[in-house]
């Protein structure tokens, strides 16, 4: 991001490392590759002419689909529907727009401004590494805003921007990071910032790939997560906030780990560093409550389980350091 003096409240400035101007992603890219479509329904227009034009994005190929029709339709799933069938039985030819008649007869086309415009697009010029577009190859959606891919001979994640919001929560990241560098132990480093060679503007972040997340390892056959990893954690919440860095979103969800051949966690680090809801109640306290959650989703022994649920407790009075002993206690 460009460099600026801090706002009074601190934060940057967001709007001075935007480019106001509309901007719109491909409406095809060629190096991702396609999965079994996942259609959401985001928006419908009627015009006066009764004609409706509905917009269908596709999650799991990051794809866009217009659906024309000469007559007011409101039933968001039959939209759904009606594309989900042409994507079933395609015509033999390469479509994002679909038109219907009031005869009902179908026409296919390909258009370059289906998908929705993003109007502040961001600009870096920091001291993490960069890289262009075309480097980031085998694009495969993993989950939402994040893919697979492969990058500098490696298999990586890719965060990319989708939507209009995603922007700013990417700055935020991005600027998480600055400060503490690509070596700080427990934190995923952005391992490049992959910008668009068209624009110059910041198309996404590429970050190590981890197995999974707590939430879903937890839903495994036989997973283990270790009271060393939950430690690890906390030592590292707890030295992010020495450095004035919170996380703003701590859950389940947004803590990532590897795991070993014997089913067993390892690497375990915070991802997904966001901007701090109105109802968040704070990274310590969200982190007992994650612990308290973890006592009650892994299989531990009773001595195991105290020394967890004991230290969410110092946690949650905000003695980091006490639970630390705590855990360590135990490995």
Not at 120 to 132: S, V
Not at 213 to 221: K, Q, R
Not at 311 to 327: P, Q, V
């Amino acid at each position: 991001m460009r460099r600026m003096e801090s706002s009074e409240n601190g934060e940057e400035p967001y709007d001075q490392l935007l480019r106001r101007k509309l901007f719109r992603k491909p409406a095809y890219d060629p190096e991702r590759i396609h999965i079994e479509p996942d259609l959401h329904w985001m928006d419908s227009a009627i015009t006066p002419f009764t004609r409706t034009t509905a917009g269908v994005y596709d999650i799991a190929n990051c794809r866009w689909y217009e659906l024309s029709v000469e007559r007011v339709v409101t039933d968001q799933a039959w939209i759904v529907g009606e594309v989900e069938r042409h994507l079933s039985s395609p015509p033999n030819q390469r479509f994002n727009s679909i038109s219907i008649n009031e005869n009902d007869e179908v026409t296919f086309a390909f258009k370059n401004d289906v998908s929705r415009p993003i109007y502040d697009m961001a600009l870096y010029d920091g001291p993490i590494e960069k890289t262009t577009l075309d480097s980031i190859r085998k694009r495969k959606y993993l989950s939402c805003h994040i893919d697979t891919c492969e990058w500098d001979g490696k298999k990586v994640a890719y965060k990319c921007i989708e939507f209009p919001d995603d922007v700013k929560s990417i700055l935020r990241e991005i600027r998480v990071r600055e400060p503490v560098g690509p070596d700080f132990p427990g934190v995923a480093p952005i391992l490049t910032i992959v910008i668009d060679p068209d624009t110059q503007f910041v198309d996404g972040i590429v970050l190590p790939l981890y197995h999974t997340d707590v939430e879903s390892f937890a839903n495994g056959p036989r997973a283990r997560l270790r009271i060393s990893e939950l430690h690890r954690l906390i030592h590292t919440l707890s030295h992010l906030h020495l450095l004035g860095i919170g996380h703003g979103d701590i859950c389940e969800r947004n803590v990532v780990l590897n795991v070993t051949c014997e089913n067993t966690s390892e690497d375990i680090a915070p991802v997904d560093f966001g901007e701090v809801a109105p109802e968040y109640r704070g990274d310590f306290k969200m982190t007992a409550e994650l612990l308290g959650w973890c006592s009650e989703h892994f299989v531990w022994t009773e001595r195991e389980k105290r020394a967890v649920v004991s230290a969410a407790a110092r946690i949650e009075e905000g003695d980091c350091g006490d639970a630390l002993d705590i855990l360590a206690a135990m490995f």
